[in-house]
T-cell receptor, first 114, second 115 residues
Framework: NAGVTQTPKFQVLKTGQSMTLQCAQD?????MSWYRQDPGMGLRLIHY???????DQGEVPNGYNVSRSTTEDFPLRLLSAAPSQTSVYFC?????????????FGEGSRLTVL | AQSVTQLDSQVPVFEEAPVELRCNYS??????LFWYVQYPNQGLQLLLK??????LVKGINGFEAEFNKSQTSFHLRKPSVHISDTAEYFC?????????????FGKGTKLSVKP
């Protein structure tokens, strides 16, 4: 029972490099989201998706792209990494149709941009 | 728009003492409220949630929270903490009946339980 799986767990990038953080869930959840966690800032929503082919911006979307071609996968792309994107990134999912359902989190991806 | 304020960034407490972690929210419409816990180097997991009904909500690991609409608060309490409760706790809010169900998180409270 894998739940929400994020890869990689750790990554170091140089400014200007691009990369993709992978997120996969095996619970058939329609809703998926990406948050970033910074010290003293809590979790801030980057992008979310309510189903395959549907994505939308959250609170801090600049510098990030997402796509949702399947129910299971929701990758987060950094097109040109900046030091301000150094953070811990969490992917989360839940059933759609009710916002009272529990949000299930991955274990996080720690990204450092030099 | 909704917002969440966690009034204490750090709370040190001795083992077996009671603890209260404070959370206030701001919203012009009805909301659902949540508390999540994050143990070191892990993701977040749900402690408890308030949707409707009884204002006292019980969660896992002996935690409970009370919804107070007049004070727009949702404080988390435990009568006797253990070393294993050392973690960061996040209060979160989402719109009542909102279709997206995006959670807005507070900035977190680090609970440190000392022997």
């Amino acid at each position: 029972n894998a739940g929400v799986t994020q890869t990689p767990k750790f990554q170091v990038l140089k400014t200007g490099q691009s990369m993709t953080l992978q997120c996969a869930q095996d619970m058939n959840h329609e809703y998926m989201s990406w948050y970033r966690q910074d010290p003293g800032m809590g979790l801030r929503l980057i992008h979310y998706s309510v189903g395959a082919g549907i994505t939308d911006q959250g609170e801090v979307p600049n510098g990030y792209n997402v796509s949702r071609s399947t129910t299971e996968d929701f990758p987060l792309r950094l097109l040109s990494a900046a030091p301000s994107q150094t953070s811990v990134y969490f992917c989360a999912s839940r059933r759609q149709g009710s916002n009272t359902g529990e949000l299930f989190f991955g274990e996080g991806s720690r990204l450092t941009v030099l | 728009a909704q917002s969440v304020t966690q009034l204490d960034s750090q709370v040190p407490v001795f083992e077996e003492a009671p603890v209260e972690l404070r959370c206030n929210y701001s919203s012009s419409v009805s909301v659902y409220l949540f508390w999540y816990v994050q143990y070191p180097n892990q993701g977040l997991q749900l402690l408890l949630k308030y949707l409707s009904g009884s204002t006292l909500v019980k969660g896992i690991n002996g935690f409970e929270a009370e919804f107070n609409k007049s004070q727009t608060s949702f404080h988390l309490r435990k009568p006797s903490v253990h070393i294993s409760d050392t973690a960061e706790y996040f209060c979160a809010v989402t719109l009542f009946g909102g279709s997206q169900g995006n959670l807005i998180f507070g900035k977190g409270t680090k609970l440190s339980v000392k022997p």
